[in-house]
C-alpha cells in the first residue's frame, strides 16, 4: 500500500507567476484536501476534493483552485503568486470525507515565491 | 469557524520526564481530536486521536484527554525518548473532516 506522495518536493517561483502542486492519494483513498502551512504555524485547511467535486473551502482567495481526476489525483494550481504564499503545502488523502481514520499527509511541497 | 489555540508552543523535558501539551477549541460541533507528530521535513503524521464521546484514549506511552464541557484536550507522554523530539499539533475537526490546526509545539527531549 503506496503512501500520499506529492510532488514536487521543492519549488521557487516569482512573484505573480502561477503554480501547479501535484498530488497522488494513498490507494483506496477518494478524498483529498490540501493545507498550507506557513514556517513555525500548523496547516491551514484551503479545499477538500471528493469524487471530483470541491467539497469544502477554508479562507483562501479564488487564485487557489483545484481539481480530482477519475484516479483521485489531485492538482493545487496558484494565480498571481504573492509573497506569502510561500509555504509548505499539504496534501492529505482519506477513504471518504467524514472519515474519522486513515487521514494521511504527504511530505509537501516546499515553496517559496521571491 | 472553529479556532484551536495549543499551548505552550516550545517544552523541554529531561528523558525519562512527562510532556503535555494542551489544546482548547471553540466550535461545540467538533467532534473528532487528533494529535499529530511533525518531524523536519516530512508532514504530519497521527499519532493518536479521540472522538467526542469519548474521555480518555490511551496508546503506550501516549494518552489524550478529552473534557466536552470545557472544550479542551491534552496529549500525555510518558517516559519521554529522544526521538520523540519533534513538532505537535492538536486539531479539531468538524464531521465533513475540515481540519483546525493549532500552532504547534516543539518538545526537545534532552538524553
Known amino acids: 500500500e503506496t503512501g500520499v506522495t506529492q510532488s514536487p518536493t521543492h519549488l521557487i517561483k516569482t512573484r505573480g507567476q502561477q503554480v501547479t502542486l501535484r498530488c497522488s492519494s494513498q490507494s483506496g483513498h477518494n478524498t483529498v484536501s490540501w493545507y498550507q502551512q506557513a514556517l513555525g504555524q500548523g496547516p491551514q485547511f484551503i479545499f477538500q476534493y471528493y469524487r471530483e467535486e470541491e467539497n469544502g473551502r477554508g479562507n483562501f482567495p479564488p487564485r487557489f483552485s483545484g481539481l480530482q481526476f477519475p484516479n483521485y489525483s489531485s492538482e493545487l494550481n496558484v494565480n498571481a503568486l504573492e509573497l506569502d504564499d510561500s509555504a509548505l503545502y499539504l496534501c492529505a488523502s482519506s477513504s471518504e470525507p467524514g472519515a474519522n481514520y486513515g487521514y494521511t499527509f504527504g511530505s509537501g511541497t516546499r515553496l517559496t515565491v521571491v | 469557524g472553529e479556532n484551536v489555540e495549543q499551548h505552550p508552543s516550545t517544552l523541554s523535558v529531561q528523558e525519562g520526564d512527562s510532556a503535555v501539551i494542551k489544546c482548547t477549541y471553540s466550535d461545540s460541533a467538533s467532534n473528532y481530536f487528533p494529535w499529530y507528530k511533525q518531524e523536519l521535513g516530512k508532514g504530519p503524521q497521527l499519532i493518536i486521536d479521540i472522538r467526542s464521546n469519548v474521555g480518555e484514549k490511551k496508546d503506550q506511552r501516549i494518552a489524550v484527554t478529552l473534557n466536552k464541557t470545557a472544550k479542551h484536550f491534552s496529549l500525555h507522554i510518558t517516559e519521554t525518548q529522544p526521538e520523540d523530539s519533534a513538532v505537535y499539533f492538536c486539531?479539531?475537526?468538524?464531521?465533513?473532516?475540515?481540519?483546525?490546526f493549532g500552532s504547534g509545539t516543539k518538545l526537545n527531549v534532552k538524553p
Open positions: 486539531a479539531a475537526s468538524s464531521p465533513l473532516r475540515k481540519f483546525y
